[in-house]
């Protein structure tokens, strides 16, 4: 079965970096776009970075210049590299691999269990 195990999450100090990992497996990982979501208490679910399966990368202003996305095809792993992290950083980071397939259309969509970012002083 599909599994997406994340990791690196903790407590850090603003100002701090933290680097998050998650290994996939099940999966034909370099044909997948690999996404980093955050979810906060009370907010609804955001996407802080993505990479397709060209190693394109896409990021929100909220984090463009402070976080940067990367894969690793032969570790069946995407990382998420966080530098200069805020308070407003502290969530649940959750891992999202997707694929729709060009022949049938069908979308596969799998989720990590998630891990928790903690930025405070």
């Known amino acids: 079965q599909v599994q997406l195990v994340e990791s690196g999450g903790g407590l850090v100090q603003p100002g701090g970096s933290l680097r998050l990992s998650c290994a996939a497996s099940?999966?034909?990982?370099?044909?997948?776009?690999m996404g980093w979501y955050r979810q906060a208490p009370g907010k609804q679910r955001e996407l802080v970075a993505a990479?397709?399966?060209?190693?394109?990368?896409n990021y929100p202003d909220s984090v463009k210049g402070r976080f940067t996305i990367s894969r690793d095809n032969t570790k069946n792993t995407v990382y998420l590299q966080m530098n200069s992290l805020k308070p407003e950083d502290t969530a649940v980071y959750y891992c999202?691999?997707?694929?729709?397939?060009?022949?049938?259309?069908?979308?596969?969509?799998?989720w990590g269990q998630g891990t928790q970012v903690t930025v405070s002083s």
């Open positions: 999202n691999a997707d694929y729709v397939s060009r022949w049938s259309g069908v979308k596969y969509n799998y």
């Open positions: 990479i397709t399966s060209g190693s394109s990368t």
């Open positions: 099940g999966i034909i990982f370099s044909t997948y776009t």
